[in-house]
């Protein structure tokens, strides 16, 4: 078993910055590929950035790309979502997610993270 516990989300202006981070205990952390999805209210939850266990594959939806950066650290069991020049779009909360199935590829689809945190409320205002 995996827990996940979010933390950094917030309201903030249309333009600033948030990081988003994500504590993992129980297994071994770097045994895992790690994903952000977020759902706004009235839509699907939908994949936002992964990174594969080793940190040397990342994979961002487009909508984001070149605005968000996903990282981890092995050592502190974490892994973090630098979120910039935000929108209201972004409005969502946010959620950390675990793969168990150790790969070279992000996975992007919702069904193949095994383990889920119960999320971070991310507000933007213009």
């Known amino acids: 078993q995996v827990q996940l516990v979010e933390s950094g989300g917030g309201l903030v202006q249309a333009g600033g910055s948030l990081r988003l981070s994500c504590a993992a205990s129980?297994?071994?952390?770097?045994?895992?590929?790690m994903a952000w999805f977020r759902q706004a209210p009235g839509k699907e939850r939908e994949f936002v950035a992964g990174i594969t266990w080793n940190g040397l594959n990342t994979n961002y939806v487009d909508s984001v790309k070149g605005r968000f950066t996903i990282s981890r650290d092995n050592a502190k069991s974490s892994v973090y979502l630098q979120m910039n020049s935000l929108e209201p779009e972004d409005t969502a909360v946010y959620y950390c997610a675990a793969d168990a199935f150790r790969t070279m590829k992000v996975q992007v689809r919702e069904g193949q993270y095994d383990y889920w945190g119960q999320g971070t409320q991310v507000t933007v205002f213009s």
């Open positions: 129980g297994r071994p952390f770097s045994n895992y590929g």
